[in-house]
């Protein structure tokens, strides 16, 4: 029984570290100076937080919606890369591989699925806009129309 007791502390103390690691280091301080590097690892950002990455240097900006939506009103600077087009993964298999990207569709559902998409093309320096660019516009996100 000693060793079940003990094998059950080991057990904790290695979850507890590992749930400290997650919570801690570099990430929060990172987010803060508002780096690329760090925030794009494949997690959902707020508006604001999705605001400081898409200004970061070499950050692409993807609109993973339709043309037509794209049309309607996008973020500036953006790149349209329709997730439901037939040619997705064509156009995801030419992009840069060391690049950042900052993917966003209309309420996240979309982009989540095309993070999904190219991380599995080996692209691991990227993120989504949570709420997607209805959460932008509600936290007085600018947006533009035209292509």
């Known amino acids: 029984m000693q060793k079940t007791r003990a094998g059950r502390w080991v057990a ?19 987010r803060d100076a508002g780096t690329a590097e ?24 993807l ?23 037939a040619g997705f993964a064509g156009q995801v298999a030419e992009l840069d591989p060391d690049a950042t990207y900052a993917l966003y569709c209309r309420s996240g559902n979309r982009s989540q699925a095309a993070m999904g998409l190219i991380q599995g093309a080996g692209i691991d320096s990227l993120a989504d806009l949570a709420g997607g660019i209805q959460a932008w516009t509600q936290s007085g996100g600018a947006v533009v129309t035209g292509s």
């Open 63 to 85: 609109d993973v919606r339709t043309p037509e939506e794209f049309a309607a009103g996008h973020l500036e600077g953006a790149v349209n890369l329709d997730v439901s087009d």
């Open 38 to 61: 760090v925030t794009a690892s494949g997690q959902s950002l707020d508006a604001a937080q999705f605001a400081d990455l898409a200004a970061g240097e070499g950050v692409v900006v």
């Open 12 to 30: 904790l103390a290695l979850a507890g570290a590992i749930t400290l690691t997650g919570c801690s280091g570099t990430a929060d301080g990172a």
